[in-house]
């Protein structure tokens, strides 16, 4: 199983990037999973308590059931795909049940942060993107898809998500094998050719 890494700034394309893979490729072949899945579980925190948390950070993430899951699948195994809810910052109780295939796709801000999932990757891909174009998309999608505020998400970007980003994101584009920017249409045909034939 060939393991591909797309990661970026919040904003610069990623699941753009994944549906027009996803879309060239047989279903047969391809599996996509998002690091949003794998945000931890924190039942034990008020809810007031789980809407401080910064889930910008590589500490909001459960690493080690996304590289058991990884180990899972090439060893041919199915695994459990936790559902996460923005609303509530909690795991759902049900999941998704995935089966193994050709190529796995992961995508997300902070994949490439830590150094051992870093080694999973046969290929790692960072889109990059200018910040007020990644701001705008971001406002879209969280008014659109979370049912977020506008002024706190432009608040929560120039308050947290800049100086995330500048921490996390933009040191790990040095381990990735290619760099697109994402700031005016990309034709991936090339691309998705390459990941194909891998």
């Known amino acids: 199983m060939h393991v591909i890494a797309i990661t970026g700034g919040t904003g610069s394309g990623k699941t753009t990037l994944v549906q027009s893979i996803v879309s060239k490729m047989a279903k047969k072949e391809i599996l996509c999973l998002s690091s949003d899945s794998y945000y931890k579980d924190n039942p034990e925190l008020s809810f007031l308590e789980r809407e401080k948390i910064n889930y910008d950070e590589p500490n909001a993430i459960d690493f080690n059931l996304l590289q058991q ?22 795991r759902k109780r ?89 700031e005016e249409q990309v034709n991936y045909e090339k691309l998705i050719k390459k990941i194909k034939i891998l």
Do not use: A
């Open 94 to 182: 049900e999941y998704v049940l995935v089966s193994p295939k050709k190529t796995l796709l992961i995508e997300g801000i902070l994949i490439l942060s830590n150094s051992e999932l870093r080694k999973e990757f046969n290929l790692k891909i960072f889109l990059d993107c200018d910040r007020d174009l990644r701001l705008k998309r971001r406002v879209k999608r969280d008014v659109n898809q979370r049912g977020r505020n506008e002024k706190d998400i432009i608040h929560l970007f120039s308050k947290r998500l800049d100086s995330m980003h500048k921490k996390y994101v933009i040191p790990v584009k040095k381990y990735c094998d290619i760099i697109i920017n994402t």
């Open 69 to 90: 899951h990884i180990n899972d699948l090439k060893l041919g195994k199915s695994i459990k795909v936790p559902k996460y809810c923005f609303k509530t910052h909690l």
